[in-house]
């Protein structure tokens, strides 16, 4: 069994950061792939950054250049770092293992992300 626990959601500012952090245990490698999705009010949960298992990134285009995912294989913690906020980041910031790669589970509870002025 694997348990993921987020953290460091909370309120920021237009244009300014937070970085989010997930610490894996359980059943799980330190470089099992993962992905750090959100889910605002009223719509679907979307993947933002995905990390796989040789380091290989990838980010939604609505992201690219903003945001970084990274971890720590010694901590067995993903981070995803948040620059240059909008107010259409705010949502529900999920983690999950990426099963072959693509397939979330394993979901974390979720920290919540809120970007206003």
């Known amino acids: 069994q694997v348990q993921l626990v987020e953290s460091g959601g909370g309120l920021a500012q237009p244009g300014g950061s937070l970085r989010l952090s997930c610490a894996a245990s359980?059943?799980?490698?330190?470089?099992?792939?993962m992905g750090w999705y959100r889910q605002a009010p009223g719509k679907q949960r979307e993947l933002v950054a995905s990390?796989?298992?040789?380091?290989?990134?990838n980010y939604a285009d609505s992201v690219k250049g903003r945001f970084t995912i990274s971890r720590d294989t010694a901590k067995n913690t993903v981070y995803l770092q948040m620059n240059s906020l909008k107010p259409e980041d705010t949502a529900v910031y999920y983690c999950?293992?990426?099963?072959?790669?693509?397939?979330?589970?394993?979901w974390g509870q979720g920290t919540q992300v809120t970007v206003s002025s």
């Open positions: 999950a293992v990426l099963y072959s790669g693509v397939f979330p589970g394993s």
């Open positions: 359980g059943s799980i490698s330190s470089t099992s792939a």
């Open positions: 990390i796989m298992m040789i380091g290989r990134t």
